[in-house]
């Protein structure tokens, strides 16, 4: 099986069409080299859920939980795994960060949007770091809120806009 594995991929796009980047002719894993592409100024925006129980978010917004301020936490552990995502997604690139910004929005009972913004100015995008932050940060409002909601759901983690180098502008609508 692992003799498949590094067999090459199959042409099955012309030279126009988008293609797999994190791979080499041979078909193996390979981190792309962006020692040629122009520094930018780049901007990865992304977005997720946390859905809880109505009680669970009041107890969050009246500072009541036993491991402390959830939203202050969470925001801190988003913040760090941005600066750590080279060390966890194995092709990504470790980039200066220039800014990252992690908020919360409640529109609806029970149910907490996350957005992460990470800035830099560099080769390559940072929509992953982006993208790490959201996880971890969800993932931090539930280790901290588990005890009185085990029912809760992370989901709809997405890239929502991302800027600067040779793909351009792109926002989700």
Known sequence: MLHLLSRPLPDMQ???????????AAGEAAMVDIA?????????????RITMQPSTWAMIQEGSAKKGDVL???????????KRTADLIPLCHPLPVTAITVDFRN???GEVEIEVRVRTSGRTGVEMEALTGVSVTALTIYDMCKA???GMIIS?????????GKS????QD
């Open 14 to 24: 012309d030279k126009h069409s988008p293609r797999l980047t994190h791979f080499n």
């Open 36 to 48: 040629d592409k122009p520094v930018t100024d780049r901007l990865g925006v992304a977005r997720g």
């Open 72 to 82: 202050g936490v969470a925001r801190l552990a988003g913040i760090m795994a941005v």
């Open 107 to 109: 529109d609806t009972p």
């Open 148 to 150: 009185v909601d085990r």
């Open 156 to 164: 709809d983690i997405r890239v929502v806009e991302k800027s600067g």
């Open 168 to 171: 351009g502008h792109f926002r």
